[in-house]
């Protein structure tokens, strides 16, 4: 047994003396300037810049000086003079807020490149109409007047609200008498597609769905349909643990408080373009019919993507 178990491990040092690591001669790295900038309305425009990377250590670029310049309708409004873009990204600010339904184009200028982009702001979205009813097995309805005139894409994040006192169901005392419990929606009532298969949760913030084209209700009123669970009762029972015999300790929140929260984001094309390239990377990673394919990108000369989106926020007040 120990003859064989020594055999065993100098073949595993022959072996491993014999693996060199891969050498890449010739990279193929192209060097860009790479610009990320997704405009919201009424908030002020900003700009992630920086240059792409390749696989090896020494691909890339440094010591670039250029100047970044904001347009409105092709008029100038905005100047960033001689500024140093490196591989680290830096997040530019031009103090300057997007307006609806208006052309904005980034420009990056340096002896070595120049980099063009732009995108379209559309009218903010109407003020919806909203239905929510009751029970395990609870229906928010989500009613939207869709532009006639724009490619519109929607995003959605659900959540209700549970404020109440918090108690002990095995020993009856109270745990919190300020607790927060937050319900997420359970699934999507749009079967053609899976809205979850890609999100956008990072740092504890709003965990959205893929979003919705247009293509089907254009300029027409959509409702979209949420399952989420609302209780009738004041009360909820929220599992906490196990007993030693597997049974289910529940404590019982008694709500004082209870509101949804329902958030809106309308997209532009091109923003729905990316998400779709990125999806469609994402559905099959891992799996043997990978084939990896081009984000898309609207930047000229570089990478990344310039576009839009308006944020909407609603609440829906169950007790108040």
Same mark, same amino acid.
């Given at each position: 047994?120990?003859?064989?178990?020594?055999?065993?491990?100098?073949? #595993?040092?022959?072996? +491993? /003396? =014999?693996?060199? @690591?891969?050498?890449?001669?010739?990279?193929?790295?192209?060097?860009?300037?790479?610009?990320?900038?997704?405009?919201?309305?009424?908030?002020?425009?900003?700009?992630?810049? #920086?240059?792409?990377?390749?696989?090896?250590?020494?691909?890339?670029?440094?010591?670039?000086?250029? %100047?970044?310049?904001?347009?409105?309708?092709?008029?100038? *409004?905005?100047?960033?003079?001689?500024?140093?873009?490196?591989?680290?990204?830096?997040?530019?600010?031009?103090?300057?807020?997007?307006?609806? %339904?208006?052309?904005?184009?980034?420009?990056?200028?340096?002896?070595?490149?120049?980099?063009?982009?732009?995108?379209?702001?559309?009218?903010?979205?109407? @003020?919806?109409?909203?239905?929510?009813?009751?029970?395990?097995?609870?229906?928010?309805?989500?009613?939207?007047?869709?532009?006639?005139?724009?490619?519109?894409?929607?995003?959605?994040?659900?959540?209700?609200?549970?404020?109440?006192? &918090?108690?002990?169901?095995?020993?009856?005392?109270?745990?919190?008498?300020?607790?927060?419990?937050?319900?997420?929606?359970?699934?999507?009532?749009?079967?053609? &597609?899976?809205?979850?298969? *890609?999100?956008?949760?990072?740092?504890?913030?709003?965990?959205?769905?893929?979003?919705?084209?247009?293509? &089907?209700?254009?300029?027409?009123?959509?409702?979209?349909?949420?399952?989420? #669970? $609302?209780?009738? /009762?004041?009360?909820?029972?929220?599992?906490?643990?196990?007993?030693? $015999?597997?049974? *289910?300790?529940? $404590?019982?929140?008694?709500?004082?408080?209870?509101?949804?929260?329902?958030? =809106?984001?309308?997209?532009?094309?091109?923003?729905?373009?990316?998400? +779709?390239?990125?999806?469609?990377?994402?559905?099959?990673?891992?799996?043997?019919?990978?084939?990896?394919?081009?984000?898309? /990108?609207?930047?000229?000369?570089?990478?990344?993507?310039?576009?839009?989106?308006?944020?909407?926020?609603?609440?829906?007040?169950?007790?108040?």
């Amino acid at each position: 047994m120990k003859f064989h178990f020594s055999i065993i491990i100098i073949a #595993a040092i022959v072996l +491993s /003396s =014999c693996i060199k @690591e891969l050498e890449i001669s010739n990279s193929g790295y192209k060097g860009k300037i790479v610009l990320w900038s997704i405009l919201n309305i009424d908030s002020s425009i900003k700009a992630t810049i #920086a240059v792409n990377k390749g696989v090896k250590p020494s691909d890339t670029l440094s010591g670039i000086i250029a %100047n970044i310049l904001l347009y409105k309708e092709e008029n100038l *409004i905005k100047k960033l003079n001689s500024v140093n873009i490196s591989s680290i990204p830096q997040t530019f600010d031009f103090n300057i807020n997007a307006l609806p %339904n208006s052309t904005y184009k980034i420009e990056i200028v340096s002896p070595e490149f120049n980099i063009l982009a732009n995108t379209q702001t559309y009218i903010k979205t109407k @003020e919806p109409t909203i239905e929510l009813s009751k029970g395990e097995s609870a229906q928010l309805k989500y009613s939207i007047e869709d532009n006639l005139n724009n490619f519109d894409a929607y995003r959605f994040d659900l959540k209700i609200y549970n404020y109440g006192i &918090l108690y002990d169901s095995l020993f009856d005392k109270v745990i919190d008498s300020n607790y927060l419990y937050i319900k997420k929606f359970d699934k999507f009532d749009e079967p053609s &597609l899976n809205y979850n298969l *890609i999100t956008s949760y990072q740092n504890g913030q709003q965990n959205y769905t893929f979003p919705v084209n247009d293509v &089907l209700f254009n300029g027409k009123l959509k409702t979209f349909i949420f399952f989420i #669970a $609302n209780s009738v /009762s004041s009360n909820i029972f929220i599992p906490s643990g196990k007993t030693k $015999n597997d049974n *289910i300790i529940r $404590n019982i929140l008694v709500c004082n408080k209870r509101f949804a929260v329902i958030n =809106c984001i309308k997209i532009s094309e091109d923003y729905y373009k990316f998400f +779709s390239t990125e999806n469609k990377n994402n559905a099959i990673f891992g799996t043997s019919y990978y084939n990896p394919i081009n984000l898309f /990108s609207n930047v000229q000369g570089g990478l990344g993507l310039m576009a839009s989106q308006y944020h909407r926020t609603d609440t829906i007040w169950v007790i108040k």
